[in-house]
């Protein structure tokens, strides 16, 4: 859990080596059968099974990641991945039929998915296997190769991952480039079919800015502030369980985390108390002597999060209800609570990404609404209410990536729904059925059956017998 030193020496060759290769060996992957991708995708979810304690071990010595945590959050995530896969290529590569309007007559239409050809994964820090290995699983079923680019932040997983790529896949297919800042832009000057980048809005505009000098297609799973609702009619015993778990799994180094929460101001004071003894009573009163708890990745993002920390300390100590400590030499932040600060602290305005949550009271649903709906679109938005009348105006009033009801972040589990953001927390979407679209081009075939059509009506040189139909295709098709 060291800080990432830069003046790294990019491998120029071997990435134009590598890119080479793959794109080679594209004709083949592209008539890759439903069978021989099942078959690539079965590699991956044994290779979770065959490799399960060196990757709980790699992630602990990254940022001492608990082993449970590693099971149910990076492995069980790409076996649930790749079986729903495995289960369903075959009907999702079936080309599907579209029906055929009037004026078509005598034709007919399918979509046929094929693979956009040659991929490139820029996968983060804060879920290094699953957010390796899940976009994997959909690029295989689409029938794609792909490289990886795993985060310099976690260097023991990194390697590791790099060491399980070359395990299960030929290079020519699929395979792994480690390296920091330099090797990623080197990569970006590339020309690849897809890009799938996991990070922040920053990093996200640059790889946009360079996947558009190539006019290539990306998929972008970003960030952002992502409220919580509490209103009055919520179970607050089962809601103030839930974001605890939620908030502070991987020390709240999540992408759909909770990043602060409203909570009616008659409930306030329950939901407070509730939260606070479901933080002790799972991590203990000293967070940093629980083997439940996460560390930060690095000092420099544990320096970033204690001064976020010392900025409330500094302005309204008395509003850190819970925690505040930290220790940057050993990665440590603890679970802090924040209770109403003022709209304009870093806390407030940044995207946390780590286990600060700052908890603010409101008394009217409309004023929730008004100021979730002035910020920029988050990933995820979560509420907690048993009124239909509450629940109906966050569904229709607000916008988001995602919105779970009574649930905190398990929604990423569900390989049924579509994951991803709008806007500033993203564009295009992942998981089952929508990753592999993600990674497939979509494309419409036209055959015609008869020796004619409608439309040699109309076709040149113009009549007044061609004026005639005109005018009917007008009124009446």
């Known amino acids: 859990m060291e800080d990432i030193q830069t003046n790294e020496k990019v491998d120029v060759e071997r990435i134009a080596s590598l890119l080479h ?8 992957m592209l008539r890759l059968s439903a069978k021989d991708r099942i078959e690539r995708i079965k590699r991956i979810k044994k290779a979770m099974f065959d490799y399960r304690e060196e990757i709980q071990d790699a992630m602990y010595k990254d940022f001492k990641k608990p082993p449970v945590e590693v099971d149910m959050t990076e492995i069980y995530v790409i076996i649930n991945e790749a079986n729903d896969a495995i289960s369903n290529i075959k009907k999702w590569m079936r080309p599907q039929r579209v029906p055929t309007p009037i004026n078509m007559l005598g034709t007919s ?42 985060s310099e932040f976690t260097p023991h997983t990194s390697t590791l991952v790099e060491k399980i790529i070359d395990d299960i896949f030929n290079k020519n297919e699929v395979a792994v480039i ?58 607050i015993k089962q809601a103030a369980k839930k974001i605890t778990v939620g908030k502070f799994i991987n020390s709240g180094q999540v992408c759909i985390s909770h990043d602060y929460i ?9 939901f407070v108390k509730a939260f606070k003894e479901n933080i002790t009573s799972i991590y203990g009163k000293d967070a940093s002597t629980s083997d439940s708890y996460t560390r930060i990745v690095n000092r420099g993002n544990a320096k970033r999060l204690a001064s976020l920390i010392d900025e409330v300390k500094e302005k309204a100590g008395d509003k850190i209800t819970y925690g505040g400590d930290y220790d940057i030499e050993n990665c440590y932040v603890s679970p802090t609570v924040i209770l109403n600060p003022d709209n304009d602290l870093r806390v407030m305005q940044e995207e946390i990404f780590g286990p600060i949550i ?4 409101y008394d009217d649903i409309d004023e929730v609404i008004s100021y979730i709906n002035k910020g920029e679109i988050p990933l995820a938005m979560y509420l907690f209410s048993n009124s239909s009348t509450t629940i109906q105006k966050i569904r229709d009033y607000t916008n988001s990536g995602s919105l779970n009801i009574n649930e905190t972040i398990i929604h990423f589990n569900n390989s049924k729904l579509p994951f991803g953001g709008n806007s500033n927390s993203g564009m295009g979407k992942a998981h089952g059925y929508f990753g592999f679209k993600a990674f497939s081009h979509e494309k419409g075939i036209l055959q015609q059956h008869l020796p004619f059509s409608a439309i040699d009506l109309v076709m040149p040189p113009y009549t007044k017998a061609s004026k005639f139909w005109a005018d009917i295709f007008l009124k009446y098709f």
């Open 178 to 235: 480690n390296g920091g800042v330099e090797t990623s832009t080197e990569l970006l000057k590339k020309r690849f079919d897809h890009i799938f980048f996991t990070g922040s809005p920053k990093v996200g505009k640059i790889v946009m800015k360079a996947a558009a000098a190539h006019l290539t297609s990306v998929t972008l799973e970003l960030g952002g502030k992502s409220p919580t609702i509490i209103d009055k009619s919520a179970n």
């Open 109 to 150: 239409g399918k979509i046929k998915y094929e693979a956009k050809g040659n991929i490139l994964i820029i996968a983060p820090w804060n879920f290094p296997i699953n957010l390796v290995f899940g976009p994997l699983v959909s690029a295989i079923a689409a029938g794609n190769t792909a490289i990886i680019k795993p």
């Open 358 to 361: 700052p908890i603010i009271e």
């Open 21 to 28: 290769q793959q794109r080679m060996h594209k004709p083949a």
């Open 262 to 270: 409203f909570v009616h101001r008659s409930k306030s004071e329950v």
